[in-house]
C-alpha cells in the first residue's frame, strides 16, 4: 500500500519570500510518481509538478520545483517568490503502476501575507 | 476550454434519492478517474476506466455506486438511495497512461461535483 504523510496542517509566508511544504511518502514498488497539486477555495485540483522515482534531477516548474530526497522518501515542494494567488490547499500524491490511482496526502493550506 | 467538465456543479438532493454525475475528459486520454473528497481530506479513488474498461473499484464504491464510461469517452456516476454520508466533492480527472513511461500517469481534473445529502 502506497502512504504519503503531510506534516504542515497550515503554513503561512510572506509575500515574495519562499516557502517549502513537507511530504513523505511510503512505498514497497521502485517505480512511481510524485505529483503535487493545488486546490484553490473553487475546489478545483490543479496540478504543479511531478517527479519520476527515476529522475535524476529534481523537477521544476516556473516557481515551483520539487526537493527530491529518496534515500529519506521525501519530496518537498518548493514555492519561491510566494503571490497572494498561491493561497491554497496544497496536495501531495503519488502514484505507482500496482495502484494504478494517486494516493494523496492530507494537505497542507498556505497562507500568503503581505 | 479543452479541460475536464464536470456537471452539474452543485447537487442538493433528498436522502433516498438517487443522483447521477457526468465527467467529459481531456479528449484524447484514455483513462478517467473518479474521486471523492470529504471536508479536510485529500481526494480518496473510486474507480478508474481505461477507455471503456473499468479496470479497478474502491472498497469505497459501495453497491449504491456504479460507474460507466460505455464509449470510452465521457463516464457518469451514479448514487442510488443517497445517505447523507455520501455528502461530499465528486471529483474526475483524465490521462494518457504511457505505460513505456514508467507506468506514471499526470492526471487532470475537473471542477468537481459538491453534492449535500438533506
Known amino acids: 500500500a502506497q502512504k504519503i504523510t503531510q506534516t504542515q496542517p497550515g503554513m503561512f509566508v510572506q509575500e515574495k519570500e519562499a516557502v517549502t511544504l513537507d511530504c513523505t511518502y511510503d512505498t514497497s514498488d521502485p517505480s512511481y510518481g510524485l505529483f503535487w497539486y493545488k486546490q484553490p477555495s473553487s475546489g478545483e485540483m490543479i496540478f504543479l509538478i511531478y517527479?519520476?522515482?527515476?529522475?535524476?534531477q529534481n523537477a521544476t516548474e516556473g516557481r515551483y520545483s520539487l526537493n527530491f530526497q529518496k534515500a529519506r522518501k521525501s519530496a518537498n515542494l518548493v514555492i519561491s517568490a510566494s503571490q497572494l494567488g498561491d493561497s491554497a490547499m496544497y496536495f501531495c500524491?503519488?502514484?505507482?503502476?500496482?495502484?494504478?490511482?494517486?494516493?494523496f496526502g492530507t494537505g497542507t493550506r498556505l497562507q500568503v501575507t503581505l | 476550454d479543452t479541460g475536464v467538465s464536470q456537471n452539474p456543479r452543485h447537487k442538493i438532493t433528498k436522502r433516498g434519492q438517487n443522483v447521477t454525475f457526468r465527467c467529459d475528459p481531456i479528449?484524447?486520454?484514455?483513462?478517467l478517474y473518479w474521486y471523492r473528497q470529504t471536508l479536510g481530506q485529500g481526494p480518496e479513488f473510486l474507480t478508474y476506466?481505461?477507455?471503456?474498461?473499468?479496470?479497478?473499484k474502491s472498497r469505497l464504491l459501495s453497491d449504491r455506486f456504479s460507474a460507466e464510461r460505455p464509449k470510452g469517452s465521457f463516464s457518469t456516476l451514479e448514487i442510488q438511495r443517497t445517505e447523507q454520508g455520501d455528502s461530499a466533492m465528486y471529483l474526475c480527472?483524465?490521462?494518457?497512461?504511457?505505460?513505456?513511461?514508467?507506468?506514471?500517469?499526470?492526471?487532470?481534473f475537473g471542477p468537481g461535483t459538491r453534492l449535500t445529502v438533506l
Open positions: 480527472a483524465s490521462s494518457t497512461y504511457r505505460r513505456a513511461s514508467g507506468g506514471t500517469d499526470t492526471q487532470y
Open positions: 517527479q519520476g522515482s527515476y529522475d535524476q
Open positions: 479528449s484524447e486520454h484514455n483513462r
Open positions: 476506466f481505461q477507455n471503456e474498461a473499468q479496470l479497478e
Open positions: 500524491a503519488i502514484f505507482t503502476g500496482t495502484a494504478s490511482k494517486l494516493t
